[in-house]
């Protein structure tokens, strides 16, 4: 079926409320059946099995992260087992899981996890992002390009639910553009629509759906989000108030060895995607070719500004600032970025640790 998004705020809104109502409800169920682990913390340096929450399937994105455990960096830094929770369609949102008290941490979008804080007062907070530059794109056919977001106007573009959704709301809106004039046809993460001509550009990342179609043959044109008025960060760490108050060398512990993880993943995109096609998402039939070129072309939004200065996974003053611009443009005018960052354990990691700044 194929929708046009409301044209006014309140119709805008009334999705939102709903897509966060769907939220709230999954963290309450989980929460009835979660880990006790949320409330317990077993000692400095003897944190028990680590529950994390990817955002997608056991791909490269997440090559730090399977750098951390295969390496030993989360054994040493206390953690006697690790436990990477799948994300994608029929995975849970990581504000649900950590709300639950299911997942220690998770990743995410600071649109996701700003909707649910502005909305529902939410007690969660990003404490670091592995992309300083989210790779979110509207990617299309070079024989029909888009390339400039009013080159969307009059064309049909795939627009997944929840997130996706919000953001390209956002980026309508952000570049003067009426929604009447967009027409956004539901679809899954496959870029199959836009391969088989029934959408003309379709939201994805740069470095995931828009390399599948080109390794598919065809030639592609970006629009990358972050060049057009959107720049937030992605792959967003998010966890909850309690967890920084209770757990907050277990969540130090974390970062460390995602840190170390990062870096590995930089320094050698080879091993980074061998260890997604081979080991982690073995069961998933990757592309190793693509695998390969999303480590590299991923390895550009890790290494960004702050983290050049400040450390990997850390999101600037000026960055956090951007974010809470952007969500202001989705339409969440109430919430800062005290509201939705920390930057203290990070300060403190690399205050303790001068060495991982690389």
């Keep these: 079926m194929t929708i046009c998004f409301a044209t006014p705020a309140s119709a805008r809104r009334t999705r939102r409320a709903a897509a966060l109502s769907v939220l709230t409800v999954s963290a309450l169920a989980l929460s ?10 077993p000692g400095a340096g003897d944190y028990g099995t680590l529950n994390y929450n990817q955002s997608w399937v056991k791909t490269t994105e997440f090559a730090g992260e ?14 006697s087992g690790v436990n990477l929770i799948s994300g994608g369609p029929s995975g849970t949102s990581s504000e649900s899981m950590v709300l639950a008290g299911s997942a220690l941490v998770g990743t995410t979008t600071p649109i996701a996890t700003g909707s649910m804080v502005s909305e529902s007062e939410a007690p969660l907070k990003i404490i670091g992002a ?10 299309s056919l070079g024989d029909n390009p888009i390339n400039t977001p009013q080159d969307m106007i009059g064309k049909k573009i795939g627009v997944a639910s929840g997130t996706n959704e919000i953001l390209f709301e956002a980026l309508l809106e952000v570049n003067g553009i009426d929604p009447g004039q967009v027409e956004a046809v539901p679809v899954q993460f496959d870029p199959q629509p836009l391969m088989n001509g029934e959408v003309e550009g379709q939201i994805g990342f740069l470095t995931n759906e828009a390399l599948a179609v080109e390794l598919k043959g065809f030639e592609v044109a970006n629009m990358p ?4 008025g959107m720049p937030f960060v992605a792959g967003a760490f998010v966890t909850t108030d309690e967890n920084i108050e209770t757990r907050r060398e277990e969540l130090k512990a974390f970062l460390v060895a995602a840190i170390k993880g990062w ?18 998402g073995s069961d998933l039939g990757l592309d190793p070719e693509k695998e390969k070129r999303q480590a590299v072309e991923q390895n550009k939004l890790v290494l960004g500004d702050a983290g050049a200065e400040h450390g990997i996974l850390y999101i600037s003053d000026d960055l956090a600032q951007a974010n809470i611009e952007v969500l202001k ?26 060495e991982l700044k690389q």
């Design 329 to 354: 443009v989705a339409g969440y005018d109430d919430i800062t970025a005290e509201d939705l960052f920390d930057n203290s354990l990070l300060e403190e990691i690399y205050a303790e640790n001068p």
């Design 66 to 79: 399977f750098f951390a455990d295969s390496n030993g960096y989360f054994k040493d830094a206390g953690f």
């Design 130 to 139: 592995k992309f300083q530059k989210n790779p979110f794109t509207v990617y």
């Design 263 to 280: 870096q590995d993943a930089v320094s050698d995109p080879e091993e980074a995607a061998r260890l997604a096609y081979e080991e982690y």
């Design 32 to 41: 009835a059946c979660g880990s006790s682990a949320a409330s317990s913390d």
């Design 225 to 228: 989000f972050a060049d057009h």
